[in-house]
């Protein structure tokens, strides 16, 4: 049996402006994973994707083209060489929440792709994983930008720009956050295709305002990097309004987000799609704690302390 994982991930800045060129920074959450695990099968059994989670078998042979699992799947036998079809058996676990910004499908995709290229003894490089991965993420997105599948093949802090190389981030000085589930699934392709119908009706408007969140990310970049950490959480808040003129936050997030301040968060903003899905808050080691009961306390689902650290892990 071959065994992988990967992260999940979030957002820290640029969500959104990202689809239109401009840069943003995303980092590894480590703490939550997909995990993925190829046995041989019986011969001619062929190969077969195990959701287990989901407590559902799908044949490849049977799999609809659009079919995000079997996708990346034939994807990557593709890339690997390995016809005619091997007798795999392939099985899924994740612990990323669906939906909900946290690239849980970027993950998946990457678990199995890493294990599929483990099992035939060919490991890939992180750019030919992410490159695949992005396949899938088309189906879920329409028209992503590639932060998802990039951060995550990596499992790295980058700063991203759509087209161009990711560049890693330095980590200047480590910083936490919280992650807190609003328990509203948002399908990112839905806020997305809003946002370009709101950009097309009024562009001026919409550039003006990915560029002031451009400055901001470009701010934030500075300030992790030089390891001004308390620098982050202002910023926070500024992109946030921003992400909320640009009509991707809901009460319930607004909510949040105040509560987080007012326990002694740094900032604190949506992370991913917005309408639903997870903000982020910027804590310290000291008021971690306290932030994550405010924010049970105030509706969130799901809470997780997470830690960039210097070196990157
Ligand atoms: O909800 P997520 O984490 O998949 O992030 C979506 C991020 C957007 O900028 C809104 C879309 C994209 O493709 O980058």
Redesign the pocket.
Known sequence: MTTASASGKV?LFG??A??YGRP?IAVPVTELRARAAVTDAPPGAGCAIVAADLNRRLPLADAPPEDPLALIVRLTLAELDTAPEPDWTITLRSDIPIAS???SGAAVSTAIVRALAEHAGRPLAPGVVSALVYETERLH?G???G??NTVIAYEQPVRFVRGQPPQRLRVGADFWLVIADTGVASP?KL??GDVRRAWQADPAHYEALFDRISHITEAARQAIETGQVTELGPLMDENQRLLAAIGVSSPLLERLCVAARQAGAGGAKL???GRG?NLIALVTQHTAEGVAAALRAAGAIRVVVTGTTTDGE
């Open positions: 957002i969500e959104h990202v689809v943003a910004g946290l690239g997105h028209t992503p930008s932060i998802d990112t806020a997305v992370s991913g799609a899905g």
